[in-house]
């Protein structure tokens, strides 16, 4: 069974630190890139981070420089580092392959806020 299972999420204050993890199961891990997704509350949801089999990232412009897209494929396990947070990094995180998708995961909350 193909599965997404993100942690690591919580409530920190601005210019605050978390580390966000999505163990993958029921499939190659190693065999495909890998991304983080937020959706914000009313928002569409977005891609942060991506990560390729080879280990090279990609960022969106809006998190550039904080965050940090890794990937351990003895684990089957993707992170997402993210440093000097901002409110406007407040929402569901979810990891998924960018292609092809498969189903999304439960996600982990985000909320910076003090």
């Known amino acids: 069974q193909v599965q997404l299972v993100e942690s690591g999420g919580g409530l920190v204050q601005p210019g605050g630190s978390l580390r966000l993890s999505c163990a993958a199961s029921?499939?190659?891990?190693?065999?495909?890139?890998m991304g983080w997704y937020r959706q914000a509350s009313g928002k569409e949801r977005e891609l942060v981070a991506t990560?390729?089999?080879?280990?090279?990232?990609n960022y969106a412009d809006s998190v550039k420089g904080r965050f940090t897209i890794s990937r351990d494929n003895a684990k089957n396990t993707v992170y997402l580092q993210m440093n000097s947070l901002k409110p406007e990094d407040t929402a569901v995180y979810y990891c998924?392959?960018?292609?092809?998708?498969?189903?999304w995961g439960q996600g982990t909350q985000v909320t910076v806020s003090s």
């Open positions: 998924n392959r960018p292609r092809p998708m498969i189903n």
């Open positions: 029921g499939y190659i891990f190693d065999l495909y890139a």
């Open positions: 990560i390729t089999m080879e280990g090279n990232t």
